[in-house]
């Protein structure tokens, strides 16, 4: 049987190799539009907060990034009533997003070897599924939100960004 966290560990590092393209090659004018209802630094943002949540081994060790901002993480109403839309002001710059990114990128080993696979419940209560399918499913979202992004780029820009099939350490 191939041993499943080497896999997780490249296709964690393939998804952030591909969003990270998509942020270094996001000319300024798109990085901050608000010709979309969430700007591509929100969308990057968002991404790499949740990337950074599912690698805890539950919602009770989680701590946010240092530079967190509360509410930036969502994209939408918040999940509690009354539902107000999120309080966001400054834009995270691309400097600031990259570095969150690189945070996130040099936690990837250590955090996927403290993970119980074999766990029946992921450790988040607002999902109910394994360890291991959330696992995928957080590499899933992640890799969606670089995708949005891609498109942008493409549609706007006229920039392509590479497939990155899978990455080592």
């Known amino acids: 049987m191939i041993p499943i966290k080497p896999v997780l560990k490249s296709q964690y590092r393939a998804a952030l190799a591909m969003l ?3 942020i270094d090659c996001c000319p300024e004018n798109l990085w901050t ?3 979309y209802p969430n700007p591509s630094w929100h969308i990057a943002y968002h991404a790499l907060f949740f ?5 805890q081994p539950d919602s009770a060790s989680f701590r946010t ?3 967190h ?3 930036y993480e969502f994209m939408g109403p918040l999940p509690w009533p009354p539902h107000n839309q999120p309080d966001i002001e400054e834009p995270y710059t691309k400097d600031q997003v990259m570095e969150f990114l690189n945070v996130c990128e040099e936690m990837i080993d250590t955090a996927v070897e403290k993970l119980d696979l074999d766990a029946p419940e992921c450790g988040f209560w607002w999902y ?3 360890k291991l399918e959330h696992q995928f499913v957080n590499i899933r979202h992640t890799q969606h939100h670089a995708a949005q992004l891609m498109d942008r780029l493409r549609q706007v820009a006229g920039v392509g960004v590479d497939w990155i099939g899978g990455a080592t350490a």
């Open 51 to 55: 990337l950074h949540m599912y690698l």
């Open 20 to 22: 990270k393209q998509a």
């Open 65 to 67: 990034w240092e530079k």
């Open 33 to 35: 539009s608000a010709e």
């Open 69 to 71: 901002r509360k509410e």
């Open 128 to 130: 109910k599924m394994s």
